[in-house]
C-alpha cells in the first residue's frame, strides 16, 4: 500500500484523538484552560565539591539460563563523581591521585559479590568501568523469582608517606540476578554491559544466541496488517527485521497468520498492550498465551503514559507481574514527554523509547488546538521541542543521561522511534528519507540501540522517500553499525560542531563514524573535531560506506543541509 495524504491525515488525525485527555505532559492546552505549570519535572542531582564514588554492580546478561551458568559474569563500575547521583558516596582519594580523569595512583577496590551461596571476591581498579568478575552460578537453583544480590568493597587509599597509616572505606550497592531455567522457547537476553538485546534466530529453530539492534516499523493491525499480510513481506524486502503490531488485535486469528508469517521471514515481533496494560487480568492471559512463540522479542505495555497521565504505579505493577509470570523477554514504554514524571514511570521498564516527532510542527502555536505552546502550556505534536532533527538527538541524550542519574544506567537502555508520517494534524509535512535516516544517525550516536519507526506504510519511491532510503540503509546499519555499537569492548565517544552530530566508536582495531547534520546550513568539520585528528590520508586510512549531501576531503568533511554519512576509518 502506497502512503498518501489521506493516509498521513489519517493517521495524524488517530493521534489527536489520542490526546483527548484533559492535559497532554500535564500540561493544559485548550482555549478555554488556563495556564497551570505540569510540575513532575525530572530533579537534577546536586554538585559535590568532594570526590565521589558510585559503585554499582550488575550480571553480564539478563537473564542468565543454566546452560550460562558456568561463564556467567557480573560488571562492576567504580566511576569517580561529582554530582550526587543515585548511590554515590564521599570517597577519600590520596592526595596525590589528580583528576578523576586518570587512575594513576587512585589503586583498586577489594569487590565481593554474594549472591544465595555463592560468593566472588576480586580487585577492581578505582575508577573504572565495565570491568568484569567471573562469578560461577551452577549452585543456585534456576528459578523465576530474581535473586538478591548484595556487591560491597573496600577501598584502600595508597599512602604517600609509610608514617601514614592507610584508611579502610567500605561501600555497597544491590542488583538483581535472573537466573532462569532452560528453555526450547523465545528468550531474549539483554547484554548490560551495552544494553544491546541477544537473541536466537527468529525462525524457531534454535541457534545460538548473538547480538541484535531491532530496525522495526509499527503498524496498525485492525486497520492495515490484518487486510493485507503482504506488508510483512515488504517490510523484509526493505531490511527491517522487527514488526511492531499496534492493538487492539481483535482477529487472533490473523493475528497467529502474522506471527507465522513472520516466523517464516524470520523477523521478530513485539506485544503491545497498551490498549489494556493496566488490566492484569489481561495482562496474564496475553502473557500466557504468547510468551512461547518462537520469535517474541519483548512486550510494550505503557504506550506514552506520561502524556496521558496514566497512573504512576501502573507501568511497574504490570512489570512485575509480567516478570513473575515470564522473565524470558525485557519489557518496554514509550515516553512522549520531554520532562513530566520520568523518573516513575521508568521504574516499570527495561527499554524506554522516546518518540518525539518534531518534523513539520509549529513549535510555538498548536494548529489543531489554535493555542500557543511554552513549557507550561499547550500540545503542538512534540512535547517542548523546537521543530528541528536535533530534537531527536536531545531526547535520546537526555533519557539516557537521566538513567545514569537514576543509577540505571546498566539495566534500563533507551530506543528511539523515527517519524515516518506527517501531512495532517500538527505536522505540516512528510520527513524526507534523509531526515528519517538523520534521526536514526543521531540516535545511534547518543546511546539508542533499538528502532522502531512510527508508522507504517510510509512514503515509498525514488531515494528521497523513507522507503526508498530505508532499502538502501537498513542492510548497512545490520553490517556496520550494529557490530561497533553492541561491542562491550568498544570505545565511544560523540561530538557536537557547528550543528553536525558525530558518534565515534573504536574496537580497537577501526573506527565507525556516525555523522548527520542538523541544521539548515553548509558545514565544514576537521577531522580533529570528530576525534579523528590522527588521519593522515584520507583516501586509504577512510572508507565511505553510506552518504547523502556529504563527501569528504583531504583534512575533513564537507556537509550540505542534512548531509548524513557513515564511514570506517583504520588511522595509524
Not at 236 to 262: M, R
Not at 447 to 458: D, E, H, I, N, V
Amino acid at each position: 500500500m502506497k502512503y498518501n495524504k489521506s493516509f498521513a491525515a489519517l493517521v495524524a488525525a488517530g493521534m489527536v484523538q489520542g490526546s483527548l485527555a484533559q492535559t497532554w505532559c500535564g500540561k493544559n492546552f485548550m482555549a478555554n484552560q488556563s495556564v497551570v505549570p505540569p510540575g513532575g519535572q525530572f530533579v537534577l542531582p546536586t554538585q559535590s565539591v568532594e570526590p565521589l564514588l558510585s559503585f554499582r554492580c550488575a550480571p553480564v546478561f539478563r537473564p542468565y539460563l543454566q546452560e550460562d551458568a558456568k561463564s556467567a559474569a557480573f560488571v562492576v563500575d567504580t566511576p569517580i563523581v561529582y554530582d550526587w547521583i543515585a548511590g554515590a558516596e564521599p570517597i577519600l582519594l590520596p592526595s596525590t591521585s589528580g583528576s578523576s580523569s586518570s587512575s594513576t595512583g587512585l589503586g583498586s577496590l577489594s569487590v565481593t559479590i554474594s549472591v544465595g551461596s555463592v560468593k566472588t571476591t576480586a580487585n577492581v581498579p578505582l575508577n573504572a568501568t565495565n570491568f568484569q568478575i567471573p562469578v560461577d552460578i551452577s549452585k543456585l537453583q534456576a528459578q523465576k523469582t530474581k535473586y538478591n544480590v548484595s556487591c560491597s568493597a573496600t577501598y584502600t587509599a595508597p599512602s604517600s608517606s609509610k608514617s601514614q597509616p592507610a584508611y579502610n572505606q567500605k561501600f555497597k550497592t544491590s542488583a538483581s540476578l535472573l537466573y532462569l531455567p532452560d528453555t526450547n522457547a523465545s528468550v531474549t537476553k539483554t547484554d548490560l554491559r551495552t544494553g544491546a538485546l541477544w537473541v536466537r534466530p527468529a525462525n524457531g529453530k534454535g541457534g545460538a544466541f548473538a547480538p541484535f539492534v531491532p530496525q522495526g516499523f509499527y503498524i496498525n493491525f485492525d486497520q492495515y496488517l490484518a487486510k493485507n499480510l503482504t506488508m510483512i513481506d515488504q517490510l523484509k524486502a526493505d531490511g527491517f527485521n522487527t514488526l511492531h503490531p499496534i492493538p487492539p488485535y481483535d482477529n487472533l486469528t490473523i493475528f497467529q497468520e502474522v506471527v507465522n508469517k513472520t516466523v517464516s521471514a524470520g523477523m521478530y515481533i513485539v506485544y503491545d498492550m497498551r490498549s489494556n496494560y493496566q488490566n492484569l487480568t489481561a495482562v496474564t492471559q496475553q502473557v500466557k498465551t504468547y510468551a512461547s512463540i518462537p520469535n517474541l522479542l519483548n512486550w510494550e505495555t505503557a504506550h506514552e503514559p506520561d502524556g496521558n497521565s496514566d497512573p504512576q504505579s501502573a507501568a511497574q505493577s504490570t512489570y512485575d507481574l509480567i516478570y513473575q509470570l515470564d522473565g524470558y523477554h525485557p519489557i518496554s514504554i514509550v515516553l512522549n514527554c520531554e520532562d513530566y514524571n520520568f523518573s516513575p514511570y521508568v521504574k516499570g521498564a527495561d527499554i524506554v523509547i522516546q518518540d518525539a516527532y518534531p518534523i513539520g510542527i509549529n513549535a510555538t502555536y498548536s494548529p489543531v488546538w489554535h493555542t500557543v505552546c511554552t513549557p507550561d502550556f499547550g500540545h503542538c505534536g512534540c512535547d517542548n521541542c523546537q521543530g528541528t532533527l536535533s530534537d531527536v538527538k536531545t531526547r535520546v541524550q537526555t533519557y539516557k543521561e537521566r538513567l545514569n542519574i537514576l543509577g540505571f544506567d546498566r539495566t534500563k537502555s533507551v530506543w528511539t522511534t523515527p517519524q515516518a508520517f506527517g501531512s495532517g494534524a500538527y505536522w505540516n509535512t512528510t520527513p524526507t528519507g534523509q531526515q528519517w535516516a538523520a534521526m536514526g544517525f543521531t540516535s545511534f550516536s547518543h546511546g539508542a540501540l533499538g528502532s522502531k519507526s512510527y508508522q507504517y506504510p510510509t512514503t515509498t519511491g525514488n531515494v528521497t522517500t523513507i522507503e526508498g532510503t530505508a532499502t538502501n540503509l537498513t542492510v548497512l546499519i545490520s553490517q556496520f553499525i550494529q557490530p561497533f555499537i553492541v561491542d562491550p569492548n568498544a570505545t565511544y565517544a560523540s561530538y557536537d560542531y557547528l550543528g553536525v552530530d558525530a558518534g565515534l566508536w573504536h574496537n580497537g582495531t577501526a573506527y565507525l563514524l556516525l555523522v548527520a547534520n542538523l541544521v539548515n546550513a553548509e558545514v565544514y568539520v576537521p577531522w580533529k573535531e570528530v576525534g579523528l585528528g590522527s588521519i593522515t590520508n584520507a583516501t586509504t586510512q577512510l572508507q565511505r560506506v553510506f552518504s547523502v549531501s556529504q563527501n569528504t576531503n583531504a583534512t575533513g568533511l564537507n556537509f550540505r543541509p542534512g548531509g548524513i554519512g557513515i564511514y570506517t576509518a583504520t588511522p595509524p
